[in-house]
Nanobody, 126 residues
Framework: QEQLAESGGGAVQAGGSLTLSCRYS????????MAWFRQVPGKGREGVAV????????SYSDSVKGRFTISKDTANKILSLQMNSLKVEDSATYYC???????????????????WGQGTRVTVSP
């Protein structure tokens, strides 16, 4: 059974908005942090945003700061990523990730996370 299930991807024009959702369950409910990553073919996964469970602190990559908003609805167990002012370069497969405990890696490194969703595709056209 999937512990992380993303949805909400699709095609949008540049300047538009999309909201991604990640329904979480199982071990991820007690994760110490949850994040969104993205990946384009031929490149590694890029950390987009993270939210830490106990402190609620949030960080964003410079490439999305001011345009994307991460949030977590603990009652319904949904991690969201509101994406505004989308650019062509935001096109990627977006992944939800959960860290069950803290590793020594920074939040933007995919080695910091233990459970991953299957991804949802976002395509931004000019």
């Amino acid at each position: 059974q999937e512990q992380l299930a993303e949805s909400g991807g699709g095609a949008v024009q540049a300047g538009g908005s999309l909201t991604l959702s990640c329904r979480y369950s199982g071990y991820t409910v007690s994760s110490v942090s949850m994040a969104w990553f993205r990946q384009v073919p031929g490149k590694g996964r890029e950390g987009v945003a993270v939210i830490h469970t106990s402190s609620g602190s949030i960080s964003y990559s410079d490439s999305v700061k001011g345009r994307f908003t991460i949030s977590k609805d603990t009652a319904n167990k949904i991690l969201s990523l509101q994406m505004n002012s989308l650019k062509v370069e935001d096109s990627a497969t977006y992944y939800c990730a959960a860290a069950l405990y803290y590793e020594d890696d920074p939040w933007s490194d995919d080695n910091a996370y233990h459970i991953w969703g299957q991804g949802t595709r976002v395509t931004v056209s000019p």
